[in-house]
């Protein structure tokens, strides 16, 4: 992920560079998928990439359009337990399961979600900030509902 100063942009080019922010995202979910050979570790990292081409397939839409339906809407980021402080950060490996899996996939949303904060910060109070802060929720319900996975299959009570 590249470092990004304190800087608005114009409108197509900041969706560029979310559009790159996705495709990077993208590749390295398929990169994971074709590393592991678990079953269930290979259907989170499918799923996961599959937001990834939907966030991207927006974005290249909102190029075409010139803007991002929907900017108004949902531009809350939710609320996430932060279990990307308590997980490893590892590559996969071939034996990987689906709880290293899902440590990944959190990881790299977490990534995502300080690219889409630096951005909307970097652009606050321009008219571009509401395009991040939007990319920035979405990333964030990622991040929530793999946590929700997470905790539901590995974060048990006894």
């Known amino acids: 992920m590249r470092e990004q100063g304190q800087v608005c942009y114009t409108f197509e080019a900041a969706v560029e560079m979310a559009v790159s922010m996705e495709e990077e995202g993208f590749r390295h979910y398929l990169t994971a998928i074709r590393k592991v050979t678990n079953k269930g ?10 937001d990834e081409l939907e966030h991207k397939h927006q974005l290249e839409k909102a190029l075409i359009e ?7 809407e949902m531009n809350r980021p939710v609320k996430t ?13 071939p034996n990987s399961d689906a709880r290293e899996a899902l440590a990944y996939a959190i990881h790299l949303e977490t990534g995502s979600i300080d690219f889409y904060k630096r951005m909307s910060e ?15 929720a979405d990333e964030t319900r990622h ?13 048990t009570e006894n």
């Open 66 to 72: 010139g803007s991002m339906a929907g900017v108004e």
């Open 81 to 93: 337990m932060n279990l990307n402080y308590v997980l490893a950060k590892k590559e996969l490996s």
């Open 143 to 155: 991040l929530q509902s793999l946590e929700d996975l997470y905790e539901e299959h590995f974060l």
């Open 41 to 50: 570790a290979r259907e989170i990292l499918k799923d996961a990439a599959l």
């Open 122 to 136: 970097g652009c606050a109070g321009a008219p571009m900030a509401g395009v991040f802060e939007r990319l920035l």
